[in-house]
């Protein structure tokens, strides 16, 4: 009976396509019976894929249909001639079937030009370079193939907010497999230690996940800026300063000068960690206490212990200045004093600050304390026209200190001579 | 020379029925003769506002783009601007708090019953158009505080039932505050206000001069038993000790704009989040608040549509508190509306400040 229903549901189903199609303008397409078919079935693994194609879904709203991907026959009224090898009917691809599948079509330049012309068409390629590709080539089928990052269906646009590879959900997507212990256990690093399934974690505590998610800048990196993403993979060792200056080119830059471009082996990570890269603050600079530098330097014959101290000596120094020529002008020009000009200065002194912690990444004391001495001249005459304007202040308050004295003055005067009235009025 | 110059006046303008006015006028002596200088200061603090309004004309510019720029030029570059920016500001406020004194003292002492109602008519539509000035001249220096308290405040003129949002087009001059709403703003500030408020203020001492000052019911029943009421002379015992009020209102005034400058904050940013903290001046703060207390809805009714009904049924029962208070008109004691203006004045301190704690 069921069975009957089901047909006859379908019939009807393919009946209103086709009336559908007269009525419109747009070239007849293909009588779709996979989803009529589907939608019907009580097998939860078999409607969802209809429910989630027949909704939001950007294959289907460009006009594709199961058949391009899964083959066989939409036209057929019955299961055996729609899923009928022989018609081309492949099932759910899987593995390198699915690069394959996506690939027919998304490494077609020509075809991709009629769709997205500005979107790369070598993903396939790029995916065969990653880690998950080489996986998969040597048998390993659990690893993630194009569906597990875009979805199978209901695939939205990488620019949809609700895609899973949108800049947002990247990090949750990758840590679906890569925060799971049991899927990582077949896995290990290349030295054989167990690989980690801390990295979501750790880059939950990161300034860029706090910048990305609280601070909506969809330009801070997630998972796929710094291991890519169709060709995801761990940068290499001395490819880490790259990676991270590709956003931070001027750190990068001035990293290369250093002493330490040649020492450390894991570039930038060696100070701000990699997924957990925390705010940066001054209180990673020095010898002592939680410094970065104590790591490696230290006590008074070290010159890089040294350099540090003197680094850091010179910025709390300016650091300080700022905030007490700032306060000494705000207080000046809440007075209705003119500091447009100081504001000015300070805002400068304050690029000598951020150009000097910038420096500080080629570790040259003498390159670092020569911008904050430049940033020292500044407050110096900030602080010099901040004093004028303390001086004015005096000046204003003495004159209408003497002002308020002769009001007063006649304010008695006046009372004295109420007084005298009042006498005469009343002896 | 003072002789001379009245004596050539007297030729020509006749002025003996001054002079008798003068002459005959007084002043009645009682324990709350105090309050009678209350409306002088506040009418000397009206002229201070005047003359510091029209030098800071000389250089303000009203529009969106350079009206807090010309206020910046005023208190930075021009000789004095800030003090004459500082005193403006200053005795504005003052004012305000003047006028809501005096109107106080004449509520508690039932200054208003017959046969002065008019005077208090008019002195209660003067109180309503000082806040009138407060409002204006708030959004003028054209910053961010300004701004925002301009558009909250505009926005609750907007929801008074029926005329409420064509008024607040009318007021802000299209659906926001913009540079338009600063031009309306502007002209009522330095135009249509101080045009009124002269004439309102000519009126109010006409019938002050003409009437003589208001004595409490209990010393005028007591005038009525036959009992002489000490007296003083108009000119000069009470004008003299009228000036010594000024010059004391002049000395705080100028004492504030020493040591407390008027701040001039951040230019107005349209497109800016709003700052928290947003609120009107002091003197609308009660109001502000309990606006916010209103739930939304109250009986199916918008609660902020009820608030704004409430006060406009406030402000109507003041203008017409000199008719409603039949026992003060016949000279006898109304302790109903002596609670009424206690209530009103503990609710007005109470709220001014829970308004201006609250986040």
């Known amino acids: 009976m069921l069975q009957i229903i089901r047909r006859v549901l379908m019939i009807l189903s393919a009946m209103a396509l086709c009336a559908s199609s007269h009525a419109s303008a747009q070239p ?5 019976t996979c989803l009529a078919c589907h939608s019907t079935l009580t097998d939860a693994k078999l409607t969802t894929p209809a429910k989630l194609f027949s909704g939001p879904d950007v ?39 699915q690069i394959a599948t996506c690939a027919r079509c998304h490494s077609d330049a020509t075809l991709m030009r009629r769709f997205a012309p500005k979107q790369r068409v070598d993903q396939a390629a790029e995916y065969a370079t990653s880690v998950h590709g080489k996986q998969l080539a040597a048998g390993h089928t659990n690893v993630a193939t194009c569906a597990s990052c875009h979805g199978p269906h209901g695939i939205r646009l990488v620019s949809d907010a609700k895609s899973p590879v949108f800049p947002t959900n990247v990090a949750a997507t990758c840590a679906t497999c890569h925060a799971d212990q049991r899927h990582m256990a077949e896995y290990s690093l290349p030295d054989g230690k167990p690989l980690p399934t801390n990295q979501f974690a750790d880059y939950q505590k990161s300034v860029h ?58 570039g930038c990570v060696e100070c701000h960690g990699n997924h957990a890269v925390l705010k940066p603050s001054d209180d990673m600079l020095g010898s002592t206490g939680h ?67 910038t420096e500080m990444h080629a570790a040259n004391l003498p390159a670092v304390n020569a911008i904050l001495a430049e940033g020292t001249t500044i407050l110096t005459g900030v602080d010099r026209a901040g004093q004028d304007g303390v001086a004015e202040l005096r000046f ?27 006498r005469r009025s009343h002896p | ?107 508690f002492l039932k200054s208003y019953r017959k046969p002065r109602g008019l005077t208090w008519l008019t002195g209660i539509f003067l109180l309503f158009l000082m806040l009138g000035f407060g409002f204006s001249g708030y959004l003028l220096p054209w910053n961010e505080l300004s701004f925002f308290a301009t558009k909250v405040g505009t926005g609750i003129a907007g929801a008074v039932p029926i005329i409420g949002p064509f008024t607040m087009r009318v007021l802000r001059g299209g659906d926001d505050v913009t540079g338009a709403t600063l031009s309306r703003f502007y002209g009522l500030h330095v135009a249509i206000l101080p045009a009124i408020t002269t004439a309102l203020v000519a009126a109010h001492l006409l019938l002050v001069q003409q009437q003589g000052m208001s004595v409490p019911i209990s010393i005028e029943k007591e005038e009525k038993a036959g009992r002489k009421l ?53 003197y609308f703060l ?74």
């Open chain 1, 28 to 32: 007849a397409p293909a009588a779709n």
């Open chain 1, 59 to 97: 294959h289907r709203e460009r006009g594709f249909a199961c058949v391009d991907c899964h083959g066989g026959d939409p036209a057929a009224g019955d299961k055996a001639r729609a899923h009928d090898a022989a018609r081309g009917f492949t099932g759910a691809p899987a593995g390198q079937v």
């Open chain 2, 230 to 282: 000490p007296q003083m002379k108009f000119f000069p015992n009470y004008i003299l000790r009228d000036v010594l009020a000024w010059y004391v209102v002049l000395a705080v005034v100028a004492a504030l704009a020493a040591f407390y400058p008027w701040e001039l904050g951040h230019k107005a940013d349209p497109f800016a989040v709003v700052p928290p903290g947003i609120r009107p001046e002091w």
């Open chain 2, 1 to 107: 020379m003072m002789h001379t110059l009245v004596d050539w006046l007297d030729e020509r303008l006749d002025l003996s029925s001054i002079k008798h006015f003068v002459a005959e006028k007084g002043v009645p002596i009682h324990t709350a003769e105090v309050w009678y200088y209350l409306g002088g200061m506040t009418m000397f603090l009206f002229g201070v506002q005047v003359f510091t309004g029209i030098l800071l004309l000389l250089y303000y510019r009203p529009s969106s783009t350079e009206a807090y720029e010309s206020v910046q030029f005023i208190v930075t570059q021009v000789k004095f601007g800030w003090l004459i920016r500082n005193i403006h500001s200053w005795s504005a406020n003052l004012l305000i708090a003047l006028a809501f004194a005096h109107f106080f003292s004449v509520f």
């Open chain 1, 396 to 422: 204003r308050r003495r004159g209408l200190a003497i002002s308020l004295g002769a009001i007063l003055l006649l304010v008695v005067a006046l009372g004295l001579k109420v007084r005298q009235l009042d």
């Open chain 2, 286 to 359: 009660a109001m502000f608040h309990t606006l916010k207390l209103v739930p939304s809805h109250v009986l199916g009714f918008e609660g902020e549509h009820l608030g704004v009904v409430a006060f406009g049924l406030v402000a109507l029962f003041l203008v017409l508190v000199p008719f409603l208070d039949r026992r003060a008109s016949r000279g006898e004691r109304s302790p109903v509306f002596t609670v009424l203006a206690a209530l009103g004045l503990v609710y007005l301190v109470v709220f001014t400040i829970i308004g201006h704690y609250a986040k």
């Open chain 1, 209 to 266: 996940y706090s910048a990305l998610t609280k601070g909506n800048d969809l330009s801070a990196p997630t998972c796929n800026d710094c291991h890519g993403n169709h060709g995801a993979a761990p940068p290499g060792v001395g490819a880490v300063a790259n990676v991270c200056g590709t956003c931070h080119a001027i750190f990068a830059a001035k990293f290369q000068t250093s002493v330490h471009a040649q020492i450390f082996d894991k």
């Open chain 1, 291 to 357: 410094a970065v530098c104590a790591t490696c330097h230290s006590g008074a014959d070290d010159k890089g212990a040294v350099a540090a101290d003197g680094m850091r000596r010179g910025l709390e120094e300016l650091k300080l200045g700022i905030g007490k020529s700032g306060e000494l002008i705000s207080r000046v020009g809440n007075a209705g004093i003119d500091v447009s000009n100081q504001e000015l200065a300070l805002t400068e002194a304050r690029s000598r600050l951020t150009l000097a912690r």
